[in-house]
């Protein structure tokens, strides 16, 4: 069967990202701002997208961090096999990689 393989991030840029970004909490009130919740989630935003077969989109996501800077996933490959396996490694702003799978690990995953 042939299917998009969306793979994420490499480990090292979600652990990276559990440490480093911004939280925000999933629900607060609507009058007083004061948290409802005591579970939180990351500070992000849908920035692009990227295709899979079928015309299938997919979100591309950057991350506020804690130093107020912001990291964005971009797509690194994208091998085929029984369908598109779609690699996103961890970029800066301005495109410079931080966190990539590497071709050696890609290949492990064929």
């Keep these: 069967m042939r299917c998009d393989q969306p ?3 490499p480990t090292e840029a979600s652990v990276f990202l ?3 970004c911004k939280m925000v909490p999933e629900l607060s009130c609507p009058k ?5 919740t005591m579970k939180s989630k ?19 996501v950057e991350y506020d961090l804690k130093d107020g800077s912001i990291v964005r996933e971009a797509l690194e ?6 369908g598109p396996m779609m690699f996103l490694k961890l970029v800066d702003k301005d495109g410079k990689d ?9 290949n492990s995953q064929l």
Aim: include cysteine.
């Design 7 to 9: 793979m994420g991030l």
């Design 18 to 20: 559990e440490e480093n």
């Design 32 to 36: 007083c701002g004061h948290d409802i």
């Design 42 to 60: 990351y500070s992000c935003r849908k920035y692009g997208i990227y295709e899979g077969m079928f015309e299938n989109e997919y979100p591309l």
């Design 77 to 82: 490959a994208c091998p085929w096999s029984s």
């Design 98 to 106: 931080l966190f990539v799978w590497g071709e050696e690990s890609i």
